[in-house]
């Protein structure tokens, strides 16, 4: 299953790069010779977890059924618009971070509010057709997650 | 919103009656007294909560999605069969019960095991061509969540 | 410091056997086959995880520093009586069983309610100089996490 | 039980109005015409509930005890230098912050990394014999609380 959902990351604009790329960020200031190699090994490993995938497979069906305007409303409304107060979205991250512990928990946050890299150009596509209210969450929440996994390797 | 809640629960099977009576199990022992009036009243405080009302209608939506097979695989074989170590229902009941505090989230973990009354009911309906995957543990959560509520008012 | 988390535990009542014994009760109906070895595998990796060691530190420090009056009151009165409303030793369990995702959460429940064995025994010996009010919360959190990483495997 | 709670964060050097202000700072963007006396009203608002009011007697005792040395090895040298993966300081935070949604739990982690204000200060007064390994976190909790509740108004 893993490889279907890097494929479908890679469909929806996210490369597992990209997001370890994040987790660097997060954690270099912390860890002097971290390398971009054990930032990816990280995200592969968070990525290995059955609770991680099917989480993942959750969030991007329910994206991908709002650009198809499948959902009932008001769903459907709320979602298209990621409204600011409608909170699965961080709710299903959670089920990734809690995985990792408050080194993921508190890095979500900071990147939930801060929105760098490919997750600030998933959040701003929103009312372009494409809706990533989900997984624009689930790739802050991956990162998180690598960067604490990295954080305790250190 | 809150009426249309109510609705969709009834439609799916649960009334606001139901939930308050495994509120009511769940508290009397600690409070003498307890009237269900009481335990309905917390059930519909919990309701008017809009993050309940959103993670409800995420849930219920799923469910009805898997009922009309309009889910991608391998999610919708997954929700169907209620796959035990699918676990994003439950995180999905987190997002009420947290907002209870640790009283509601010790009350959802000994709901999801033992299963009474409706929860009981909705959770062995699968396999029957409704789904309830997502509304046994969302249920589970509404009452757990009411009878935190309750303990913290006695 | 697993060694000295596991002398820590035995100097107040408990061993792994004991936490694994409950691991194998939540999970026997789940796993046929399932082995006492196996559980106690598990528990020996929960107690690997430098987040779970962390907690068990803390929550056995303020158990034991209730027992010799050296904390401020309220605080003192509150954690010696396993006031009910208190729920920060359930916060501290979550700690554990946050890392082991949603099966652990609902163990860890289940387990907070019924109480079996060794979590009945220290729970009970509240009120006789003995304060436990953190250890049988966490005791039942590595139980959780247990079982839920035997569901995994299985 | 508020009125001591808040002058024991006055002792610690926290006033409500400088945790009015971090929620503030947080919500502005998003709520125009935002002012410190619904910010203030907020944090009041947060303190009342009983188990914050427990989260923060707990996490407070534990930075004093931790200041006189009272507290058992190795946990006693890992809170006085604030420990980087010791982790129970975030989760006690998130005993206050989940009551309060998703809201409450991003804004908690972006100030648990940017540190603004009081809560840097707190930060940063480790190692001069003052033990802040709590509160800072407790403090970033209190504030993303009021915000979400702030969001949750407007």
Redesign the interface.
């Known amino acids: 299953?893993r490889e279907?959902i890097i494929a479908l990351l890679k469909e929806r604009g996210v490369s597992l790069e990209q997001i370890a790329q994040i987790a660097y960020s997060l954690q270099k200031q912390?860890a002097s010779g971290l390398g971009h190699e054990q930032c990816l090994a990280a995200v592969h490993s968070v990525l290995n977890k059955?609770?991680v995938q099917?989480?993942l497979?959750?969030g991007i069906?329910?994206d991908?059924?709002a650009e198809r305007n499948?959902?009932?409303e008001?769903?459907l409304a709320?979602i298209k618009r990621d409204e600011?107060?409608?909170?699965?979205d961080?709710?299903?991250a959670?089920?990734i971070t809690?995985?990792?512990?408050?080194?993921a928990?508190?890095?979500?946050?900071?990147?939930?509010?801060?929105k760098p890299d490919v997750i600030g150009r998933l959040d701003s596509q929103c009312c372009s057709g494409r809706v990533h209210t989900f997984l624009d969450d689930l790739v802050a929440g991956i990162a998180a997650a690598a960067s604490s996994k990295i954080?305790?390797q250190m």
Do not use: C, W
């Open positions: 299953m279907q912390y059955r609770e099917y989480t497979l959750t069906a329910l991908m059924l499948q959902l009932p008001p769903l709320m600011p107060l409608y909170g699965v961080e709710i299903l959670l089920g809690n995985l990792y512990g408050s080194i928990l508190t890095g979500f946050g900071y990147l939930d509010k801060t954080a305790h």
